[in-house]
């Protein structure tokens, strides 16, 4: 029912941007291409999105700012992603879009005076487009979708051949001319984060592999059964093949403490981490486990591998990109057993 309501939402916002860009203005006129980013200072890159969203526009910042290091990057967030991006010193100014003070939004970004706005959404999205639209920069890009042209000086054709949401957003700045282009999500740290998970790091003793595993997911259906999970750390932990340490979700504790608590052999169960320290603490790992989740972009950004169970979702777009990350695929079969999540990891720490 919800998935049904959140349907019938989605096509009552596009059927009202299309609606309000009959009675608009024409069509502003097309900005000349390749950009001259010499006239160029102020730069808004707006990202309403997920955890993963927002981590696969870190290669946006990157590329323009060294393509240009004159630009003034702000990026415009939801308020729980804002803090994946901090520290980042490609990155100017970080606005958090907090929905009960949106006008307060409106006002922080017209305040910047932007040169050029750009909405990174492949996916027509009304919160991105409305905000992109009301900074009143002086020239905007993004995809060309029916419910926005009208305004976009800058207009990608939507491709057809699917491909990665990194190379989605990328492919707006090379449209642009950017001329360094660097694919790579990063996430950068800062001294308590890093004394923070060393702590973490130091306080047990290990003599194997060390295997992040993260249960949850953010739709109960699109993540694999508990039973599973638990046979292949059981398994693992009994064969020693590496250390297991459970990845604590917000709202998760109780259930896993209750999980662990029925386990002969039991896996360390982190504390509660903020999203920066726990892709520290997967960049400090082996190998990371998991669904189909945000998670798994954080180890995309701290280059190292990971191992994920797909429930739903594009592969081709939203998969890990690590070259020895492994995606198994069930979102059809439900036949993925322990065994054969067993034996990927144990190929993957293998080479």
């Not at 990665?164 to 001294?191: C, D, R, T, W």
Request: hydrophobic share 40%; charged share 25%.
């Amino acid at each position: 029912m919800k998935k049904f309501l959140r349907s019938i939402e989605r096509q009552i916002k596009n059927s009202l941007w299309i609606l309000f860009g009959v009675f608009a203005k024409k069509k502003v006129p097309l900005a000349p291409l390749p950009l001259d980013f010499s006239k160029i200072s102020n730069v808004l890159v707006v990202r309403s999105d997920r955890l993963g969203d927002v981590i696969l526009s870190t290669p946006v910042y990157e590329s323009l700012k060294t393509s240009f290091p004159h630009l003034k990057i702000t990026v415009m967030v939801n308020p729980i992603q804002g803090e994946v991006l901090e520290d980042n010193p490609k990155i100017y100014k970080i606005i958090r879009i907090r929905r009960r003070q949106f006008w307060r939004v409106i006002l922080d970004s017209r305040k910047e005076k932007f040169d050029l706005a750009i909405t990174l959404n492949k996916k027509f999205s009304a919160t991105a487009t409305f905000f992109t639209l009301w900074s009143n920069a002086k020239v905007m890009a993004g995809y060309s979708h029916p419910q926005n042209p009208w305004k976009y000086n800058i207009r990608l054709p939507i491709e057809t051949v699917p491909q990665h949401e990194i190379e989605n957003n990328l492919a707006l700045l090379k449209y642009m001319g950017v001329p360094q282009i660097i694919s790579q999500p990063k996430i950068y740290f800062n001294e308590n984060e890093k004394v923070k998970i060393g702590e973490i790091m130091n306080s047990g003793k290990r003599e194997r592999p060390l295997i992040l595993v993260k249960t949850g997911t953010r739709i109960a259906e699109w993540g694999w059964q508990w039973e599973k999970f638990q046979a292949v750390i059981e398994q693992t932990l009994t064969n020693k093949i590496a250390d297991i340490w459970l990845i604590n979700g917000p709202g998760e504790e109780a259930k896993l403490k209750s999980h662990i608590a029925e386990m002969k052999l039991q896996p360390r169960l982190l504390p509660l981490l903020k999203t920066k320290e726990l892709a520290l603490l997967i960049q400090q790992c082996d190998l990371l486990l998991c669904n189909h989740t945000g998670i798994m972009h954080l180890a995309t950004a701290v280059e190292k591998p990971a191992c994920v169970i797909f429930k739903h979702g594009e592969i081709q777009r939203w998969g890990p990109r690590h070259k020895k990350s492994v995606v198994l695929d069930d979102r059809y079969q439900n036949n993925l057993t322990p065994k054969i999540v067993i034996n990927t990891l144990k190929e993957i720490l293998r080479t």
